[in-house]
């Protein structure tokens, strides 16, 4: 008996519909609509993440330090936030869902862009309130969150959990386990 192991990359990429045994359609970004439904689940969560990602950067030093009971390190999360709410299903996710009107995407994808565009020499607390690049991106954060129309300015731990070096539970927010 032979096995093919080295079957072709679209073979083993293509899912059937179980009824029609059609292959399943995919997404630009390569998801089947069931995998797509399955993100969908998750959209409070995705759409929490980049509200946050944002409010974080309105803050100050100060704000942001006084955040470690939950981020542990607030200047690492800051961009760690951002990368992960920006993530193409993610961020797609909130958009096909509603969660946010379409208009803002490119709004939204300007302020990240924005954002990798700041210099590494100035990621650091003391260059936050003073120099212009971050005066600059705490203006576009206000702006979009003003404009999709966030009113507060509070990060949102409902699916934190934040475990210390002994493994216990230092802070975990209520929605924590569903994600």
């Given at each position: 008996?032979?096995?093919?192991?080295?079957?072709?990359?679209?073979?083993?990429?293509?899912?059937?519909?179980?009824?029609?045994?059609?292959?399943?359609?995919?997404?630009?970004?390569?998801?089947?609509?069931?995998?797509?439904?399955?993100?969908?689940?998750?959209?409070?969560?995705?759409?929490?993440?980049?509200?946050?990602?944002?409010?974080?950067?309105?803050?100050?030093?100060?704000?942001?330090?006084?955040?470690?009971?939950?981020?542990?390190?607030?200047?690492?999360?800051?961009?760690?936030?951002?990368?992960?709410?920006?993530?193409?299903?993610?961020?797609?996710?909130?958009?096909?869902?509603?969660?946010?009107?379409?208009?803002?995407?490119?709004?939204?994808?300007?302020?990240?862009?924005?954002?990798?565009?700041?210099?590494?020499e100035i990621w650091d607390y003391?260059?936050?309130?003073?120099?212009?690049?971050?005066?600059?991106?705490?203006?576009?954060?206000?702006?979009?969150?003003n404009n999709i129309g966030i009113?507060?300015?509070?990060?949102?731990?409902?699916?934190?959990?934040?475990?210390?070096?002994?493994?216990?539970?230092v802070y975990q927010g209520p929605?924590?386990?569903?994600?």
């Amino acid at each position: 008996m032979k096995f093919n192991f080295f079957k072709s990359k679209s073979h083993n990429n293509k899912k059937t519909n179980s009824i029609s045994n059609e292959p399943e359609k995919i997404d630009e970004f390569g998801f089947t609509k069931s995998e797509l439904l399955e993100y969908d689940k998750n959209v409070d969560f995705y759409y929490t993440n980049l509200i946050n990602s944002i409010v974080l950067f309105t803050y100050n030093s100060v704000e942001l330090e006084k955040m470690s009971p939950i981020l542990i390190d607030p200047l690492t999360e800051l961009y760690e936030e951002l990368d992960y709410a920006f993530l193409p299903v993610c961020f797609e996710t909130v958009f096909r869902n509603g969660k946010i009107n379409t208009e803002y995407k490119e709004q939204l994808l300007n302020f990240k862009k924005q954002v990798e565009e700041i210099p590494n020499e100035i990621w650091d607390y003391e260059f936050i309130d003073k120099h212009e690049i971050w005066k600059e991106v705490k203006k576009s954060a206000e702006k979009i969150l003003n404009n999709i129309g966030i009113e507060h300015r509070i990060f949102d731990g409902k699916h934190h959990k934040v475990i210390s070096e002994n493994g216990n539970v230092v802070y975990q927010g209520p929605d924590a386990n569903e994600k």
